[in-house]
């Protein structure tokens, strides 16, 4: 069965960088494309971008440009979302989601089951 | 920048039909996709493409989609359709994926 496995919690402080990992099975994980979305406490989701693991193309929210960078390691089927700059607007559950479809649709099927980044000082 | 209006909540009794809707300029032209939530949860999609569900999602599930509103109903409401739901689209213009702002479904 399709799994995504994510890193767990993180504190970190202002203007400090985390890095999230978000481990797949039970598919091939360089055929589906897998997204990052976040949602702080109480509030809805916010697309943060894409990632293409068979050629490590991505697509970043204008929001994050700069500041948000999505890789893979395909030989342990293993997606990473490493933010910069942190500050505390950023404190909120990080999810990576997987595309359902071949071509890309934007579409998600299968969810990490989140990680909490807090950011304070 | 695209947006997508939703209802805060909704509510209904145990048996009825919900109706969440979800509001954006030309929203007809798009493909619209629908999530449920319940606390402490990931989402799950509950239907794409307006109006296909996945493997595993009851018939009660369905969406439509024209004009400025597309829509998602919940036939024969049940406790633990209680969740919170969001819309989705692709905004080709800013190349970005939109979410609604969520809409909760309360069962009274």
């Known amino acids: 069965q399709v799994q995504l496995v994510q890193s767990g919690a993180e504190v970190k402080k202002p203007g400090a960088s985390v890095k999230v990992s978000c481990k797949a099975s039970g598919y091939t994980f360089t055929s589906y494309d897998i997204n990052w979305v976040r949602q702080a406490t109480g509030q809805g989701l916010e697309w943060m971008g894409w990632?293409?693991?068979?050629?490590?193309?991505?697509g970043y929210a204008q929001k994050f440009q700069g500041r948000v960078t999505m890789t893979r390691n395909t030989s342990i089927s293993t997606a990473y979302m490493e933010l910069s700059s942190l500050r505390s607007e950023d404190t909120a559950v990080y999810y990576c989601?997987?595309?359902?479809?071949?071509?890309?649709?934007?579409?998600?099927?299968?969810w990490g089951q989140g990680t909490l980044v807090t950011v304070s000082s | 920048s695209y947006v997508l209006t939703q209802p805060p909540s909704v509510s209904v009794a145990p048996g009825q039909t919900a109706r969440i809707t979800c509001g954006g300029n030309n929203i007809g032209s798009k493909s619209v996709h629908w999530y449920q939530q319940k606390p402490g949860q990931a989402p799950v999609l509950v239907v794409y493409?307006?109006?296909d569900r996945p493997s595993g999602i009851p018939e009660r599930f369905s969406g439509s989609n024209s004009g400025n509103t597309a829509t998602l109903t919940i036939s024969r409401v049940e406790a633990g359709d209680e969740a919170d739901y969001y819309c989705?689209?692709?905004?080709?213009?800013?190349?970005?994926?939109?979410f609604g702002g969520g809409t909760k479904l309360t069962v009274l």
């Open positions: 989705q689209v692709w905004d080709s213009s800013s190349d970005r994926v939109v």
């Open positions: 493409d307006d109006s």
């Open positions: 989601a997987r595309d359902r479809s071949i071509p890309a649709a934007l579409i998600y099927d299968y």
């Open positions: 990632m293409n693991p068979n050629s490590g193309n991505t």
